[in-house]
Structure formats: C-alpha cells, structure tokens
C-alpha cells in the first residue's frame, strides 16, 4: 500500500504548501490537515474564502485517493460538491475519509472551525490517472 509523508505531498503537489495546509494526519483511511486563519484568504467580514476552503478539501481528497489508489497512479478531482454551512472565522482542520473506493474514488472532506462547529462540507470523485509511458511526473 502506498505511503506518503507531508513533504512527498508538498513536493508532488507545491500548492498544498503554498496555502499553508499543515497535515496532521496522514493515512488511507483519513486525511487530516490544518489551515491557519491568515487576512490574506479572508473575505468580506473576515471569514476564510471559499476558495481557501475548497483547496483544502481538493488537496486533501486528493492525497486520500492516491492513498486509496493503484501504485503509480496521480490523483486528479474530475467532481466536487461544496455546501458552505458557516463562515470560518478561525483556523479550521480538515477531515477526509474515502467513501467508495475503485478507479473513481469519492472522498468526503469535513472542515471544522476551531470552536469544532462544521463549516462546510466537500464530497469530490477523484479519478486515478497513470503517467503515460515516458512522461515526467
């Protein structure tokens, strides 16, 4: 089964760092990371936008499903469904655990705010897609 640590995340996927996702937890059956509540991904009123929030659950659902997926497989999101339940007015960690399992993987990811009160939701399909024969990762 294939295994990742944060910074084989970070350097398959430099936008998880660049957004400032901190992985708490990393394995096949969850996925957990942090992003830090930061002025420069607020929006209107101060909450975390929405985009912030979305990459987060993308990066996230994504490292489940290569967890999940076929040796030498890149995860790629081909359906995401966000509901926006609160604003995040503080730091929020994120939860994401597989619900089917095969080429296509669907993944639920739960963003909490610190307070533990679920701001959103995300469920994405993730599909595994294999490198074409001489192709740079």
């Known amino acids: 089964m294939l295994t990742l640590d944060a910074e084989e995340v970070y350097a398959l ?3 998880a760092k660049t957004l400032g996702v901190v992985f ?3 394995s096949a059956v969850s996925v957990r990371a942090t992003l830090a509540h930061d002025l420069s991904l607020s929006t209107v009123g101060g909450g975390l936008h929405g985009g912030a929030l979305m990459g987060l659950a993308d990066v ?3 490292v489940c499903a290569a967890l999940n997926g076929p040796t030498g497989a890149a995860p790629a999101t081909v359906e995401s469904s966000t509901h926006f ?3 995040a007015h503080t730091d929020v960690v994120a939860t994401a655990g597989p ?3 095969g080429r296509n993987t669907v993944v639920e990811v739960n963003i909490h705010d610190a307070g533990g009160e679920l701001c959103a939701r995300v ?3 993730v599909t595994a897609v294999r490198p074409k024969a001489g192709s740079q990762p």
Request: hydrophobic content about 45%.
């Open 85 to 87: 339940l609160r604003p």
């Open 24 to 26: 708490d937890e990393i």
């Open 123 to 125: 469920t994405q399909v």
């Open 60 to 62: 996230c659902a994504a």
């Open 13 to 15: 996927a430099p936008y």
């Open 99 to 101: 619900l089917r399992v």
